[in-house]
């Protein structure tokens, strides 16, 4: 199975900071990874695919880079509401592999 | 609006088994594969198969062969997951999600299984 090494596990930031969160997979997953936030007590959302797509509605201070073995969320401008549970999924080969999530708080 | 609704909240005794369901509407039922994920309490999140509606056919994660079993019901436009042989490691929250590619793009609310005696 491919695993999904995200860090870090928590992270505290200021409203208007820039974020960074990491996933890094065990084998090159050829930019098949998708984004997600989970908000508390809600399900998870789709935030990116393959990658670096936004999916529609997601604001556009999200994005996602990476390719290979690393990709990396960034958000801009941390709004209140961003505050969550984000999980990065390969979706290159069965099983369908989660990170462990990275939880979000303001500081 | 594409949307997945799920059924509620089962408590379930160890040995037994449970069959969830999860309803679509919105989309075309047959045209996107539903899958399906478990949560446990510690956040992790974990991908237990899919099914095609259209064809029936089914991919699990070897980790849940023979626990999770997915079915669906074309005339209702919903996916099934039972789970057999139920022991307390199977508590979690499941979740339906619509597969585009093997990202999945809708989620259903959730349904919590809890397994205790």
């Known amino acids: 199975d491919i695993q999904m090494t995200q860090s870090p596990a928590s992270l505290s930031a200021s409203l208007g900071e820039t974020v960074t969160i990491e996933c890094l997979a065990s084998e090159d997953i050829y930019s098949n990874l998708a984004w997600y936030q989970q908000k508390p007590g809600k399900s998870p959302q789709l935030l990116i695919y393959?990658?670096?797509s936004l999916n529609d509605g997601v604001p556009s201070r999200f994005s996602g880079s990476g390719s290979g073995t690393q990709y990396s969320l960034k958000i801009n401008s941390l709004q209140s509401e961003d505050v969550s549970i984000y999980f990065c999924?390969?979706?290159?080969?069965?099983?369908?592999?989660f990170g462990a999530g990275t939880k979000l708080e303001l500081k | 609006q594409v949307q997945l609704q799920q059924s509620g909240a089962e408590l379930a005794k160890p040995g037994s088994s449970v069959k969830i369901s999860c309803k679509a509407s919105g989309y075309t039922f047959t045209s996107y594969a539903m899958h399906w994920i478990k949560q446990t309490t510690g956040q992790a999140l974990e991908w237990t198969g899919y099914i095609a509606p259209g064809s029936g056919g089914t991919k699990y994660n070897e980790k849940f062969k023979g626990k999770a079993t997915l079915t669906v019901d074309k005339s209702s436009s919903t996916a099934y997951m039972q789970l057999s042989s139920l022991t307390p490691v199977d508590t979690a929250v499941y979740y339906c999600?619509?597969?585009?590619?093997?990202?999945?793009?809708?989620w259903g609310q959730g349904v919590m299984v809890t397994v205790s005696s």
């Open positions: 999924q390969q979706n290159y080969d069965s099983p369908y592999t």
């Open positions: 393959y990658a670096n």
């Open positions: 999600a619509r597969g585009r590619g093997h990202y999945f793009d809708y």
